[in-house]
């Protein structure tokens, strides 16, 4: 709640010297009353824009560099430096604080607006350069997060300056507004964020609108208000500087389809058929189409490759099907392609999919490219799809409900998958399998992740299951997108993929004699990927929980 105004303490010295001289009463267009409430307007809408531009920082960062956690640990942390150093470098303009004010608000709204355009920018035309520009989009990261952090620890001090110019307050009732102002404004701000600007203009136009509107509304304030505290000509380069800012604005906001596009296809190829942000993710589909191989791409990272999907799906699928498969449960795997291997087996009467995202399921369903690969699997009447997050789904599922269990989930080293591959997760993924089912994990990489790999496997066997672990060869360096895009990190490309066999018994990998013939796995290749994973155990290490993740 906004406090009345406060008069000084008896005996104070004055704050001013001479009315509308520098650091003295403003001379304002309006009544007292009503400047204070612009200010703490102008005070709301700006946190509002600030904590837009640390969430779409934050965002962008985790889809284009990976791991979500340690993004916005650097980004935040960055940024709250950053603004204690503009408060303090503030303090030197408190004689000039309204053309402080609308100068810093003007130089925020253009960074933080370009601040998104910038950084995806860089990533998709240099993101692959190498050698000394290996982290050039991590540089730039934290450059737009002290930039952004100094403009935003700049604005409380100038604000509180001219809010006591208004009308004097002390000391402490007066931080009280302001700081309720800007708190409520960043509550809006991080609602409107992922509620409002991503969903309905996107990472980009988001930002630039946010730019625009804290152009407007710093210049509005400034020359508005405090008009008579700025000479003639300031008031023109005020004028200026803003309307260029929004000029600069409004042209990126008109050409950002085409440039995203652009940037697209330098991340991806020219092959790029479907792209859509979900409600979940970036969803990326290119080729399939034309003799060209089909690649799908979730958030930046490379999920399914026409060129080797085979190989995983096959090594997925086929050893867990080896025993009683009528109910199968599938936990991600929304392109159809686990499934179309599990129909290609005898015997089984129902297929249960628990997909995430919709849009990934329609794909798979009407797309001409995946949905030839996968073999038209979604119109197969035995297989049904819930759109939901496996962990919440398990926890209402029918105990021993399935045969088969396939964890077909992305890769654990990503932040956001973490959960699923808990001691916890696992336990609800026993209590759904009948005594004699069989549980798969994709585990991710065995040779360029092994204490990844080990790590699920204990964290399995933490369960209460007994496990068999094995590889699969094959899968290509360099082809990825996202965080794995630098030369340095496609020579260490992950070149196979890692599985754990897992239940109440001991397991054996093997494929079911009287099933189908994979196109590509053998019993030999099984043994040889078995063998290959069991070199790389690394023995003790403890599982993974819900509050203590490991990987």
């Not at 791991?67 to 940024?79: E, F």
């Not at 300056?161 to 700081?179: C, F, Y």
């Not at 992305?410 to 009948?434: C, N």
């Not at 933490?462 to 630098?486: I, L, S, V």
Request: glycine share 12%; aromatic share 6%; hydrophobic share 45%.
């Amino acid at each position: 709640m906004i406090e009345p105004h406060a008069p000084a303490p008896p005996g104070s010295p004055p704050h001013w010297s001479a009315p509308g001289g520098p650091g003295g009463p403003a001379r304002l267009p309006v009544r007292p009353g009503t400047g204070r409430f612009l200010v703490l307007a102008g005070v709301f809408v700006c946190a509002a824009c600030g904590l837009v531009y640390e969430l779409e920082l934050v965002a962008l960062a985790s889809y284009l560099m990976g791991d979500s956690v340690t993004q916005a640990s650097v980004v935040l942390s960055v940024m709250v430096f950053a603004m204690g150093i503009g408060s303090l470098a503030a303090k030197r303009l408190r004689g000039l604080a309204a053309a402080g004010f609308g100068a810093v608000e003007a130089t925020l709204a253009l960074v933080g607006g370009c601040s998104a355009m910038a950084l995806y920018a860089v990533f998709a035309w240099t993101g692959d350069w190498g050698g000394m520009w290996a982290s050039g989009p991590r540089c730039l990261l934290v450059a737009f997060s002290l930039a952004t952090g100094v403009l935003i620890g700049a604005e409380v001090p100038l604000l509180m300056e001219l809010i006591q110019r208004i009308r004097r307050q002390d000391a402490g009732g007066a931080v009280a507004d302001l700081s309720a102002a800007d708190y409520v404004g960043a509550l809006v701000g991080g609602l409107a964020f992922p509620f409002l600007l991503l969903p309905f203009l996107g990472q980009l136009t988001g930002a630039l609108l946010t730019g625009a509107v804290n152009a407007v509304v710093g210049g509005a304030l400034v020359l508005g208000l405090f008009r008579g505290d700025l000479t003639r000509r300031a008031r023109w380069l005020l004028l200026l500087a803003n309307g260029l800012v929004l000029a600069i604005l409004a042209s990126a906001a008109v050409l950002v389809d085409d440039f995203e596009r652009a940037a697209r296809q330098a991340m991806y190829g020219r092959d790029v058929r479907v792209a859509l942000q979900t409600g979940v993710q970036e969803v990326v589909l290119a080729g399939g189409t034309h003799g060209r191989p089909l690649a799908l791409f979730i958030d930046g990272r490379l999920r399914v490759s026409g060129r080797d999907e085979l190989r995983y799906h096959e090594a997925l699928v086929h050893p867990a099907m080896t025993g009683p498969h009528a109910r199968v449960l599938i936990l991600g795997g929304g392109d159809g392609l686990a499934a179309r291997e599990v129909l290609r087996h005898p015997g089984v009467d129902r297929v249960d999919i628990v997909e995430l995202d919709a849009e990934v399921a329609r794909l798979a369903r009407t797309d001409p490219g995946l949905s030839a690969l996968n073999r038209h699997a979604y119109g197969d009447p035995r297989v049904h799809v819930t759109v939901q997050d496996a962990f919440g789904w398990l926890r209402g599922a029918s105990p021993a409900a399935y045969d088969v269990v396939v964890s077909d989930l992305p890769d654990p080293r990503i932040t956001a998958s973490t959960k699923l591959y808990s001691q916890e997760f696992y336990g609800l993924t026993r209590r759904v399998l009948t005594p004699g089912g069989r549980l798969v994990v994709h585990a991710g990489p065995v040779a360029a992740g092994p204490r990844v790999y080990w790590t699920v496997d204990a964290t399995v066997r933490a369960a209460g299951f007994r496990t068999a672990p094995y590889g699969m060869k094959g899968r290509r360096a360099g082809f990825a997108a996202g965080p794995d895009r630098t030369p340095a990190d496609r020579s260490r490309a992950p070149r196979d993929w890692g599985f754990v066999l897992a239940a109440r018994t001991d397991p054996r990998p093997r494929l079911d004699p009287d099933g189908p013939r994979p196109r590509i796995l053998t019993d030999a290749s099984l043994a040889a990927g078995a063998r290959a994973a069991r070199g790389t155990r690394i023995a003790g290490l403890p599982a993974s929980t819900l509050v203590h993740p490991r990987y």
